[in-house]
């Protein structure tokens, strides 16, 4: 198991198949999936944990599982996924996060991003990255806020049909 960044309560690692069961759960909790257009089957969440470690292995980075360093406790993720769709700017790395609604409100998605941001600067493998999110979701939003985004305007997901209600998305980036 890979260690890749600590923080003060926080161990951002590589995944461990014992973290397959609560991120499905997670995946599946209508709170935590709120502005997502669905929650995850468990064969979805699982495939789901499949493309994250393939991303590790094509390029190193990835979406970091995150455990609370005191108790060892899955949380969920944070750290970067390259994206590739038909956008208004370009391709690039995203800085996202996912953390079981037990655990809001306490300050672990920020925490998490902003030591990724360090990781991210550390080893120059981007110079910017970006983070969107639905525009109903202020508490995502916040935490682009809080690690230093600067907020670049809204654009249409290309994945979502015109006139769904999660479709129109808040734009931040960072220069690394």
């Given at each position: ?50 493309r ?38 370009p391709?690039g ?13 306490k ?21 910017k ?12 939003e ?18 979502l ?14 220069e690394?």
């Amino acid at each position: 198991m890979g260690i890749y960044m600590k923080t003060d309560r926080l161990i951002l690692r590589s995944w461990k198949y014992e973290d397959r069961m609560p991120f499905a759960e997670m995946n599946s909790n209508r709170n935590v999936m709120k502005y997502f257009p669905e929650t995850l089957s468990v064969e979805e969440s699982d495939a789901f944990v499949d493309r994250i470690n393939a991303e590790f292995e094509e390029t190193g980075f990835g979406l970091y599982s995150v455990e609370i360093k005191e108790s060892g406790e899955f949380i969920g993720y944070v750290g970067f996924h390259r994206f590739k769709f038909d956008s208004p700017f370009p391709s690039g790395w995203e800085i996202g996060w996912r953390i079981s609604d037990r655990f809001w409100h306490k300050g672990y998605a920020t925490e998490g991003a902003k030591a990724c941001l360090g990781y991210a600067r550390e080893k120059r493998f981007c110079n910017k990255l970006y983070s969107f999110t639905a525009v109903p979701n202020t508490p995502s939003e916040n935490v682009m806020k809080r690690i230093g985004m600067g907020y670049l305007g809204i654009f249409m997901h290309p994945s979502l049909p015109d006139g769904h209600w999660l479709k129109e998305h808040k734009l931040y980036s960072i220069e690394l």
